[in-house]
Nanobody, 123 residues
């Protein structure tokens, strides 16, 4: 079991930046690949970014490439999502998740989820 707690969400103006953090506890963090997903009101949860257990591989949704960066610090049991050039359409609840796969983008592959953190981008 691994427990995940997100933080760092908030209200930001369009064009601004936020860095989300996801702190893990429980089993060895470095044994899990991590992902970020988001869910906007009235929409399905969607993939944002993923990172392999070592941090050597990353994957991004097309609309986030060049604006978002996923990273991890296994010594701190934390995964990050740096979000730049934010747009109003980035407004959503952002979730981190863990998988035992090498890396994954499909929600169904992630067995552990945090409670989410709200990101609101004003125009």
């Amino acid at each position: 079991q691994v427990q995940l707690v997100e933080s760092g969400g908030g209200l930001v103006q369009a064009g601004g930046s936020l860095r989300l953090s996801c702190a893990a506890s429980g089993r060895t963090f470095s044994g899990y690949a991590m992902g970020w997903f988001r869910q906007a009101p009235g929409k399905e949860r969607e993939f944002v970014a993923a990172i392999s257990w070592s941090g050597g591989s990353t994957n991004y949704a097309d609309s986030m490439k060049g604006r978002f960066t996923i990273s991890r610090d296994n010594a701190k049991n934390t995964v990050y999502l740096q979000m730049n050039s934010l747009k109003p359409e980035d407004t959503a609840v952002y979730y981190c998740a863990a998988t035992t796969d090498y890396i994954a983008t499909d929600m169904k592959r992630f067995g552990y989820w945090g409670q989410g953190t709200q990101v609101t981008v004003s125009s």
